[in-house]
């Protein structure tokens, strides 16, 4: 799969059958819409293609009091979208001219122009152009005239409401993992690269590996923190149990800017893996993260959760048969 930001020049003279949304979390319901678009390609010979926004549009039109908890980082969203056979994804600079084109605008000049699209799918709230003005019915009238294709993908629900980013992110605010994996079909994850950190937790006895790459809102607020039981995916060809935390580090670094981290002690595990790409699954919270008042504390805290974490990730591949 490759990712563009923009539209370039050489995807023009492609034959495009393409999905458009945000698609902040990948949920069951973004799935299905990604296999009708990747079903529709194969049916007509065309390229399968995801269209979405970088910023997301909320956090630009939204009011300054207003945030967006981010549920994917840029490298998951994108993993998570290749995962559904999608081969390409361009990301769209939602910026003033971007919000202020019209629907014809945006049909004329993004879906025929810029992506040569036949194909085009989107959910049943979909609204474009300016101020949310165009509907679904809006996008078919301008596809029978511009010559493209438009297939609503039905709502998804998962019991009596629907899927959605909106309930998803209500779920991780509520610590429901459960609910989570109904809504995902899978873990609630974290990819990216291990990097360097200050090395406390080697010298509390719990040593880490440490990823900057938490999705957070336009606050730098992430949507998930604290204390998890959790599988790294990456370092071995098994997923390795472990405790990590969501942190800003509120015992080390009191009266300093947050700057949240993802830190990972894996279970039994001493190999070096500096710059290697992991993805931390996220089982169950164990507790919100605090400030303790000295080392001891902190120290004595981590191999509580630690204790509690092996027993946890000990169900847990059990469950799935998992054990190497």
């Known amino acids: 799969m490759k990712v563009f930001r923009g539209l370039p020049e050489e995807i023009r003279k492609m034959d495009c059958a393409i999905a458009i949304g945000n698609f902040d979390g990948v949920h069951r319901g973004h799935q299905a819409l990604l296999e009708e678009v990747v079903r529709a390609a194969g049916e007509r010979g065309l390229l399968p293609c995801v269209v979405t926004f970088e910023p997301h549009p909320k956090e630009v039109l939204a009011g300054k009091s207003d945030f967006l908890p981010r549920v994917n980082n840029l490298r998951d969203k994108v993993l998570d979208i290749a995962a559904c056979g999608i081969q390409r994804v361009f990301f769209l600079n939602f910026n003033e001219r971007l919000a202020h084109m019209t629907p014809r605008q945006f049909a004329e000049e993004i879906i025929v122009e810029g992506l040569h699209a036949r194909w085009v799918t989107v959910g049943e709230d979909f609204?474009?152009?300016y101020k949310g003005t165009g509907t679904v019915n809006d996008l078919k009238a301008l596809g029978k005239e511009l010559g493209f294709e438009v297939w609503?993908?039905?709502t998804l629900f998962h019991g009596s409401s629907?899927?959605?980013?909106?309930?998803?992110?209500?779920?991780?605010?509520?610590?429901?993992?459960?609910?989570?994996?109904?809504?995902?079909?899978h873990h609630y994850h974290i990819t990216g690269r291990v990097v360097h950190g200050q090395e406390i937790g080697r010298q509390l006895g719990f040593p880490t590996i440490n990823m900057n790459c938490i999705p957070v809102d336009r606050h730098g607020e992430p949507a998930v923190r604290g204390v998890y039981a959790v599988f790294v995916q990456?370092?071995?060809?098994?997923?390795?149990g472990g405790v990590a935390t969501i942190t800003c580090r509120p015992t080390l670094t009191e009266?300093?800017?947050k700057k949240y981290l993802l830190e990972t002690h894996i279970f039994d595990y001493h190999t070096d893996c500096y710059g290697k790409i992991v993805r931390v699954e996220f089982l169950e919270k164990l507790r919100d993260d605090k400030k303790f008042n000295s080392l001891d504390e902190l120290k004595a805290a981590i191999n509580a959760d630690a204790q509690k974490a092996r027993g946890i990730v000990g169900m847990a591949q059990s469950d799935n048969d998992l054990m190497p």
């Open 127 to 129: 609204h474009f152009g």
């Open 152 to 154: 609503v993908t039905p």
């Open 162 to 185: 629907r899927i959605s980013s909106t309930r998803l992110r209500q779920a991780l605010a509520n610590n429901d993992m459960w609910e989570i994996n109904q809504l995902l079909g």
């Open 234 to 240: 990456g370092l071995a060809p098994y997923p390795l």
């Open 255 to 257: 009266g300093q800017p």
